[in-house]
């Protein structure tokens, strides 16, 4: 079962394995290793954390001269592994005794989360430091209060998420894009992708496939995958189909505000039942509730609040809808975008509505409005302005993402959402937000 696992330790070609190299979590990944602590990926199931993994054992191998068998990789969501008793022990005294015996071995575990009191087993291991580790998870209860206490000051944890947009169009074989000349020269092409990007979205394996048909069965797949594993299972939810409407409600209505006291009428679920399973599916990391913005936090509660989803692609393969959801999926790409830029987005309304309100580091405001497309509806820069009216000195910058609209209305900066995307809100990305 291990051998299986670990085709490095009989010298078998593993390149497949390792796939198309994400350049910037790479970067990371080998810097975080070299500090010595335990090496956390963390993210949405399918996101591309086990191939990260085989990338760093591949550099590991080939580019640094670790001997094959000085690395143990071990997936944790295997049923043969996860029904052991005391797995993760018997795992590794069963390496030592067979395959390799002496000090130094870098242990890798991946989806982790499933094996129970895996968090005082991993320190325990820190602590002998005979070992590197890394380990990896698809639920934010990875780094939960009594995961972080454990291992508190021993870890460096990256969030993984689908493709960005450069990385999509790097695995369609575009690259150079922080080059002018090279961005205006393949323009259109980049264009073309970025429509496709935008119902699409960037699981990494979905993105590869070729067939539509079989793109959206993936997708789906990796849908029921999430909600049975990661949330049902994960924690004993006994009312599925309750569950099942309620994230099919969210996922086919992304960037609407909501009420719990709406939901309640609509679905027929008691408020605490569905506060919980918003909570199950945020921990899950498939979708993600954003509140009102205010500095008083009775009126960021009294609020509606609104919803996004990790993955347009996803959310198109499940959600049943009239049209293409231009707008929804926009406002959707650009949120994710946020977060991986490590905000935490609110939205704001009054007479107007702003999509996503930032809290910059200086504690000055950025202000942003999606519009997909080049007849701008005056209402997107009112809403704009009467933000800024509202905060005044507190707004640093207010920006307007077009469809492919460039240029300035006062305070307000208009930008392409795929040029933004791409090179943040400065032409060389040096301003991103």
Known sequence: ?????????????????????????????????????????????????????????????????????????????????????????????????????????????????????????????????????????????????????????????????????????????????????????????????????????????????????????????????????????????RNQRALGDLISYMMANITSPYSYRKLVDLLGIDTATIKEYIRYAEMAQILFEVVHFSYSLKVQARNDKKVYCIDNGLRNAVSFSFSKDTGRCAENLVYIELRRRGYTPYYWKKNGEVDFILKMRDSSLNAINVTYTDQIHRRETDALREFAEEFGSKVSRCLLLTKDTQGTDGMIQYIPLWRWLLLGDGEDGSQSL
């Not at 085989?54 to 143990?72: C, H, Y």
């Not at 242990?107 to 005082?120: A, K, N």
């Open 1 to 237: 079962m291990l051998a299986a696992q670990n085709p490095w330790w009989n010298n078998r070609d593993f390149s497949a394995l390792a796939g198309i190299c994400r350049g910037r979590y790479f970067k990371k990944i080998r810097a975080y290793y070299d500090s010595g602590e335990i090496v956390v990926l963390n993210g949405v199931r399918r996101s591309g954390k086990t191939t990260l993994l085989m990338q760093m054992i591949q550099d590991l191998i080939n580019e640094r001269g670790a001997e094959p068998r000085s690395i143990l990789f071990v997936n944790c969501d295997e049923p043969a592994i996860a029904q052991l008793a005391n797995p993760l022990e018997m795992v590794l005294d069963t390496y030592r005794k067979e395959v390799y015996s002496q000090e130094g071995a870098t242990l890798v575990f991946d989806e982790i989360q499933t094996i129970s009191g895996w968090e005082r087993w991993i320190k325990a291991i820190y602590d002998r430091k005979q070992f590197r580790l890394a380990i990896s998870g698809s639920s934010s209860y990875l780094l939960d209060s009594q995961a972080s206490q454990l291992i508190s000051g021993r870890y460096l944890s990256l969030q993984i998420y689908p493709l960005d947009f450069s990385e999509y169009l790097h695995f369609h074989g575009i690259t150079g894009i922080a080059d002018p000349v090279t961005l205006a020269s393949k323009k259109y092409e980049i264009f073309e992708l970025f429509h496709r990007y935008l119902y699409e979205g960037g699981f990494p394996q979905a993105v590869l496939q070729k067939d539509e048909s079989v793109r959206v069965d993936q997708l789906s797949a990796y849908y029921d995958s999430i909600v049975y594993r990661d949330i049902v299972r994960g924690n004993n939810v």
